[in-house]
């Protein structure tokens, strides 16, 4: 039961996380999910983060997320902050909390790192992310490896593959997802995801989708309007232990307007000779 919460913790932290922003001025953003279909499979997440832009190369994360699934629910914060050199990005971030198993505490604990970096200037990246969670006695760590190209400045495409390193359990998924931006305030994206679990023991096959054979479809789009940004995706598994309809959602809010950058300055010819 309690290597089944720990995969339910890791899945989420990788499928529903939210890249910190890149934006050149303060702002909160809200992202929620909602897994509903087979009993088994059923649970949601949502937080909050304020995202802080420091300096040019440098963006400060703080988040407050709370996960619940049949079994448990649990709230945690997270700390975190992305830098830029060049054509290469780190991120790193680490979050603490607890919650409750039934009358049973439970304590989270979760690190992940990882780096973005050009290959071909504006056309190709590759992406490494590896992360550790433990979730009351039981510990787990996946890695993930990825790669973005943009053929157009309108499309771009990205493949990664994810595998768990520990934990008691062997499983691996690949995920492939296309966007194409229709015109500068509206995009759309689609995609699927496709896994197995290997080894798992028995318990953790009642666990979310993607730690057991299963494959997902999805579709969404993403709409900016006045000062806000909003994206959204629905999605359906197939499992065997039953399949789920999934529904995410995000929501930037900036504190402020961006700066705006100063108008050209015309300079006239003076008229003295």
């Known amino acids: 039961m309690r290597k089944r919460l720990l995969l ?24 929620g999910q909602a897994d509903m279909g087979s009993a088994a ?8 983060e304020w995202v802080h832009p420091r300096t040019d190369q440098s963006t400060l994360d703080v988040g407050v997320f709370t996960v619940s699934t049949t079994a448990a629910s649990w709230t945690y914060g997270r700390f975190g902050d992305l830098i830029r050199r060049g054509s290469t990005t780190w991120w790193g971030d680490i979050g603490l909390g607890g919650g409750r198993q039934g009358d049973e505490p439970l304590w989270y ?25 433990r979730l009351g006695g039981v510990n787990a760590g996946a890695i993930a490896f990825g790669a973005l190209v943009q053929p157009l400045s309108r499309v771009t ?17 690949l995920t492939l997802r296309s966007d194409v931006k229709i015109s500068a305030a509206v995009g759309l994206l689609a995609g699927f995801s496709g896994g197995d679990c290997g080894s798992c023991e028995q318990s953790i096959l009642e666990g979310p989708p993607l730690t057991q054979a299963s494959r ?7 709409i900016s309007f006045s000062r806000f940004e909003t994206i959204g995706s629905v999605s359906v598994v197939h499992a065997p232990a039953g399949h789920v309809e999934r529904v995410l959602f995000a929501v930037r809010v900036p504190l402020r307007a961006a700066p705006r950058a100063p108008a050209p300055q015309n300079s006239t010819p003076s008229s003295d000779k």
């Open 41 to 48: 499979l059923g649970g949601g997440r949502g937080g909050v």
């Open 216 to 222: 997902e479809f999805f579709a969404g789009s993403s």
């Open 157 to 173: 495409a990205h493949a990664s593959y994810h595998r768990s390193f520990s934990g008691g359990s062997d499983w691996q998924y």
């Open 109 to 133: 604990q979760g690190y992940r790192g990882g780096m973005t970096t050009g290959i071909v200037p504006r056309r190709l990246y590759g992406e490494i992310d590896g992360q550790f969670v």
């Open 8 to 31: 339910a913790c890791l899945f989420t932290v990788l499928a529903g996380s939210v890249a910190m922003a890149q934006s050149a001025v303060d702002s909160v953003l809200v992202s």
